[in-house]
């Protein structure tokens, strides 16, 4: 083979930065508020939501009583457990609408669960809590609509002020193969 180049393999990623903040595994990891900050869930139930610029904790608090499964940002104004309505899914059966805005990240506590999880933190608005089964630790599914056709009859498509409305999907709690 002379004369031709070889490609020698690349080596491996490196990470430009560790998180370092939970005392348990990280179940659960979101993008939020236009990729400016990083939800993270993990196995005791705590939800740390971080401003990358800074990799300095905005908002911490115990989310659920147990594994949180996932997170997902519903609007700039909430988080379902997490941009500022947010939620969260948890082995605790439950999923939680939080509101919790770019604005309200200054009254929350940032005192990491690795640091102490006996402090008591003050946590965002609890907006909805929805029972669902966890059924083989699945996560949730969100599908959002971002425009909703009006009822008239040139098939107008009307945009949404707020939250969109989202359609959240679970695992069956009767079946273990339906949704």
Known sequence: MVGQDVKQPLPPAQPRYVFRGHAAQIHTLTFIRSNSRLATGDADGWLVIWRLATKRPVAVWKAHCNAILGTEA??????????????????????????????????????????????????????????????????????????????????????????????????NAIKSDSV
């Open 74 to 171: 519903w609007s700039d104004r909430g988080i379902m457990t997490v941009p500022p309505l947010h939620t969260s899914h948890g082995r605790d059966n439950r999923i939680y609408v939080w509101a919790l805005g770019e604005g309200d990240e200054g009254f929350m506590d940032t005192t990491l669960p690795v640091d102490d999880t006996h402090v008591h933190r003050k946590q965002p608005w609890l907006l909805h809590a929805i029972h669902v089964n966890t059924l083989n630790f699945c996560s949730f599914a969100v599908c959002r609509f971002q425009d909703v056709p009006t009822p008239s009859s040139d098939d107008e498509v009307k945009t949404i002020d707020g939250p969109h409305p989202l359609l959240i999907a679970v695992p």
